[in-house]
């Protein structure tokens, strides 16, 4: 399996941060904590946050994203910022992160039913609370595999005990996926 971070790109709607549409963009993705785009107002969303296409997993198996948002509080407590990773106007997950210190938090990975075309056409909506938080790096960490084959893209891929690998989907309730060896076979 392999990964690869997309970052924000393109203009959301804004409200409520300190920045304009484009700047907002330019500090949650350029890889650099120390530029970020902090509340100034109790009402405070950015929707449509367009996610980056890479080529890196065409043509693979997505085998999960994660959302990681690194921020801090701006001083009055500990902001919740909730994140909606969204394919068009369909919700895929919905994470709130709370910041009780200037921090990266992720939320759990997202497995179900991806495809490339589903990853190129991710956006989000940030909505933080009414608490003051400064939005540093935003970003989806993409884990895909080879695809095609029928069996697992990555994990174990031998037979045990006579069992064809495509007839094995967990052994001990361990997912094939997260089985690297039995018994010391590779």
């Known amino acids: 399996m392999a990964t690869v971070i997309i970052r924000p790109t393109g203009e959301p709607t804004t ?10 963009i330019s500090r949650i993705s350029d890889n650099d904590a120390s530029t970020a785009a902090t509340q100034n107002n109790v009402t405070c969303s950015a929707t449509g946050v367009e996610m980056e296409n890479k080529s890196d997993y065409d043509s693979q198996t997505i085998n999960s994203i994660t959302l990681s948002v690194t921020g801090a509080s701006t001083g009055r407590g500990s902001p919740t910022v909730t994140c909606t990773i969204k394919n068009g106007n369909s919700t895929l997950q919905t994470s709130e992160l709370t910041f009780s210190s200037a921090t990266t938090l992720s939320g759990s990975a997202y497995s179900t039913s991806l495809t490339p075309a ?13 608490t003051g938080v400064a939005l540093k790096e935003v970003y989806i960490t993409v884990d895909y595999g080879s695809g095609g084959g029928g069996g697992a893209a990555a994990g174990y891929s031998h037979k045990v ?23 010391t076979v590779d």
Do not use: E, M, R
């Not at 589903?118 to 009414?130: E, Q, Y």
């Not at 001990?172 to 089985?179: D, E, F, G, H, R």
């Open 15 to 24: 409200t409520g941060f300190d920045v304009s549409d484009a700047t907002f």
């Open 118 to 130: 589903i990853v190129n056409n991710l956006t989000l909506d940030i909505d933080p609370d009414g």
């Open 161 to 183: 005990l006579g069992i064809a690998v495509a007839n094995i989907a967990k052994v001990n309730t361990v997912a094939k996926l997260n089985i690297a060896k039995i018994n």
